[in-house]
C-alpha cells in the first residue's frame, strides 16, 4: 500500500528513491513488491535517461492503480493521485520531487510539524487556470490575477502566476496549516524563468554540479537567494 501512495502522489518515482526511502535499500524485498504489483496490472515502469547520467527505471500508477486508491479510506479524499507517465522529456526532472520532497518533510518534522498533503504543480494549474476563467472581464485583469494568485498563496510576477514544482503542506504545533513551495531547478533555466521562482518566493534547490551556472543566472538578474543542494 505504502509504494501505491507514494507513486499516486508523486506519479513518477525512481525505483532506486523508492529503495532508499521505503524500503531501506532492501532491494529483494522491493522487486518482490513491484513484481507482485505489476502483476495485478497496479503499476508500470520505464527507463529513462537523465543528462549525463546512466540509464534508471521510474515507476508510475497503471489507470487500475489510481482507481484502486480512489476506493474510501485508502487514501485522504484532499490528495490528488496521478497515473501513467506524461511529458516523457520531464520524468528525470519530476523523479527528482521525490527525493526533494523527502528531504524537506524530514526537516519539517524534524521541527515539530506533521506532513498533511503534497501538491504538484498539475493540480495548482487546474486550480489556477479553473479560477482564471471565471475572473470578471469587467474588472482589472492584472488585479483580478493578483487576486486569484492570493488566494492560492502564490503571488503575482510582471503579470504571471508563478507556479512551483511542489508545495507541502504541513500542520505546525499549533495545529495551523502552513505550505512551503519548492522548486527543482536544473541548469537548462533560463533568467527570466529562474528570477520569477525567486521573486515568487519558492525555495531552490538543484543538484550540485548545476549550481555554479545557476548562481551565474540570478547574477545576471541581480539577485541574492540560497540555492539548496539536492
Known amino acids: 500500500m505504502f509504494t501505491l501512495t507514494e507513486l499516486g502522489k508523486f506519479r513518477v518515482i525512481s525505483a532506486e528513491d523508492l529503495s532508499r526511502f521505503g524500503y531501506d535499500e532492501n532491494q529483494d524485498r522491493l ?21 549525463n547520467n546512466p540509464k534508471f527505471r521510474v515507476l508510475s500508477l497503471t489507470k487500475d492503480g489510481r482507481r484502486f486508491l480512489q476506493h474510501p479510506n485508502r487514501v485522504p479524499r484532499s490528495q ?15 523523479a527528482e520531487l521525490y527525493r526533494l520532497y523527502q528531504k524537506v518533510a524530514s526537516e519539517i518534522e524534524h521541527k515539530g510539524g506533521t506532513v498533511r498533503r503534497v501538491v504538484l504543480d498539475y493540480e495548482l494549474k487546474e486550480k489556477l ?7 470578471d472581464p469587467a474588472k482589472n485583469p492584472e488585479y483580478e490575477r493578483m487576486c486569484v494568485a492570493n488566494r492560492h498563496g502564490l ?6 502566476i508563478p507556479i512551483p514544482d511542489l508545495r507541502i503542506e504541513y500542520e505546525i504545533e499549533a495545529r495551523d496549516i502552513e ?17 520569477s521562482k525567486v521573486r515568487a518566493g519558492f525555495h531552490l534547490f538543484a543538484r550540485h554540479q548545476d549550481m555554479p551556472r545557476l548562481r551565474r543566472v540570478l547574477n545576471e538578474q541581480e539577485l541574492t537567494v540560497r540555492i539548496f543542494a539536492l
Do not use: N, W
Open 31 to 51: 522487486e518482490h513488491d513491484l513484481q507482485s504489483l505489476r502483476k495485478q496490472g497496479l503499476i508500470s515502469e520505464c527507463e529513462i535517461e537523465a543528462r
Open 80 to 94: 490528488a493521485l496521478y497515473d501513467g507517465f506524461v511529458k516523457p522529456k520531464e520524468l528525470a526532472h519530476d
Open 129 to 135: 487556470y479553473r479560477a482564471l476563467s471565471k475572473a
Open 155 to 160: 503571488k503575482l510576477v510582471d503579470g504571471t
Open 179 to 195: 505550505h512551503i513551495d519548492l522548486e527543482f531547478a536544473t541548469r537548462e533555466y533560463r533568467s527570466q524563468g529562474m528570477a
